[in-house]
């Protein structure tokens, strides 16, 4: 199953604008424009940190730190043109991982992200 553009930019943007709101919890998230996007962050999170599984498919803490470390490093300024792959060489460096792996990492993150959204639109 493959990620379309859109919703992979959506996802990323998703993040980001969670970050620069302070990372609020579900309850402090106001209805309105992007609330349920915002809600599918949270959702994301309270996955990952709250994961009993720490199987080789399942690497929570490693997605987290990924997506923490490549999508909500400095989010109030904007992405200049190829940040992201230096984020996620820098990311890998320090997990000692492989860029690919990095990039599914944050894949991972992106699908559980539309699927929580996809949910709670419903």
């Known amino acids: 199953m493959s990620e379309s553009k859109r919703d992979r930019d ?10 620069r709101a302070g990372c609020p919890g579900p309850d402090q998230i106001r209805d309105g ?7 599918a962050c949270v ?5 990952l940190g709250h994961s009993q599984q720490r199987r080789a498919n399942f690497p929570a803490y490693e997605i987290e ?5 490549v999508y909500m490093a400095e989010p109030m300024r904007k992405l200049r043109w ?11 460096f320090c997990l000692c991982a492989d860029e690919r792996t990095v990039y599914r990492w944050l894949s991972m993150a ?4 539309v ?5 709670t639109c419903q």
């Open 82 to 92: 190829s940040e992201l792959s230096g984020r996620v060489r820098r990311v890998a």
């Open 10 to 19: 959506r996802a990323t943007e998703a993040f980001r604008r969670w970050a």
């Open 115 to 119: 699927d929580f959204r996809d949910k």
């Open 43 to 47: 959702a994301v999170f309270a996955v």
């Open 110 to 113: 992106r699908r559980m992200w």
């Open 65 to 69: 730190c990924a997506v923490r470390d």
């Open 33 to 39: 424009k992007g609330a349920e996007d915002l809600r």
